[in-house]
């Protein structure tokens, strides 16, 4: 085997390395952004609603409003 072969086969396999480890680094990217955003969501769902119901505490309820005596 001469120097030349050789050094195409490793560069060879070299770059069929850097290909399989791009593609798990680009799955990993895909599933923790999904991860990301579903965390992202619940926790801004519960501070708004916890936010609201503050806000809400503020009003008197509606039953107050309608008792006129």
Request: overall charge negative; hydrophobic content about 55%; charged content about 25%.
């Amino acid at each position: 085997m001469s120097y030349e072969s050789c050094v195409t086969i490793v560069l060879t396999a070299l770059c069929a390395l850097l290909a399989a480890l791009a593609i798990i680094i680009g799955l990993a990217a895909i599933w923790g952004y999904g991860g990301i955003k579903e965390a992202l969501t619940k926790d801004v769902s519960e501070k708004a609603d916890k936010a609201l119901a503050d806000k809400l505490k503020e009003y008197p309820a509606a039953a107050d409003m309608l008792d006129f005596r």
